[in-house]
Antibody
Framework: QVQLQQWGAGLLKPSETLSLTCAVY????????WSWIRQSPGKGLEWIGE???????NYNPSLKSRVTISVDTSKNQFSLELSSVTAADTAVYYC????????????WGQGTLVTVSS | QSALTQPASVSGSPGQSITISCTGT?????????VSWYQQHPGKAPKLMIH???SRPSGVSNRFSGSKSGNTASLTISGLQAEDEADYYC??????????FGTGTKVTVL
């Protein structure tokens, strides 16, 4: 049974860089795509981007200029960096697993609330 | 890339059936059989309920079913139960290695 455990700073100031990491336990790391998804308070879900174990990444066009997703296969971890954050980036950020690019999310992390405030 | 359109809320009495629609375009829902549905209870992570339009993951009740016609996908919950009260989101592959989620629907069990 795969488990995704995520962590990172929960309070940022405007213009800082958001950084989150997700560790994968109990399952294959190389046979999946690994994604980041966020949910603004009281709002819906927004796909941020994904990466596979080879480092092939895809991003939401609306966030692409500020997003970097990286992978560390030695630790079965992947990470999200979002630069130049504003209050609009305040959200719960989830990591999730997809069997292949373009498919669906069958496992999710617990979520991390990131608040951007001066 | 606009969010898929879902009704803000749907309600039903225990035992009834309800259907949640998810309307996209011929660039996402209409072009791919890659629509999935997620259930989210307050303060919890989403849970996969349906994938690839109408496939149910192991462990998900057969009261949940999915379908698609043209640019609109649907999730039907039959035999509505109190535990089904939650937010539901659809998601579709949108081409060029991107995904788009729906606006979300709050299901209330009366």
């Amino acid at each position: 049974q795969v488990q995704l455990q995520q962590w990172g700073a929960g309070l940022l100031k405007p213009s800082e860089t958001l950084s989150l990491t997700c560790a994968v336990y109990g399952g294959s790391f190389s046979n999946y795509y690994w994604s980041w998804i966020r949910q603004s308070p009281g709002k819906g879900l927004e796909w941020i981007g994904e990466i596979n174990h080879r480092g092939r990444s895809n991003y939401n066009p609306s966030l692409k200029s500020r997003v970097t997703i990286s992978v560390d296969t030695s630790k079965n971890q992947f990470s999200l960096e979002l630069s130049s954050v504003t209050a609009a980036d305040t959200a719960v950020y989830y990591c999730a697993r997809a069997p292949w690019s373009g498919s669906y999310y069958d496992s999710w992390g617990q979520g991390t609330l990131v608040t951007v405030s001066s | 890339q606009s969010a898929l359109t879902q009704p803000a809320s749907v309600s039903g009495s225990p035992g009834q059936s309800i259907t949640i629609s998810c309307t996209g375009t011929n660039s996402d829902v209409g072009s791919y059989n890659l629509v999935s549905w997620y259930q989210q209870h307050p303060g919890k992570a989403p849970k996969l309920m349906i994938h690839e339009v109408n496939s149910r993951p192991s462990g998900v009740s057969n009261r949940f079913s999915g379908s698609k016609s043209g640019n609109t996908a649907s999730l039907t919950i039959s035999g509505l139960q109190a535990e089904d009260e939650a937010d539901y989101y659809c998601c579709s592959y949108a081409g060029s290695s991107t995904y788009v989620f729906g606006t979300g629907t709050k299901v209330t069990v009366l």
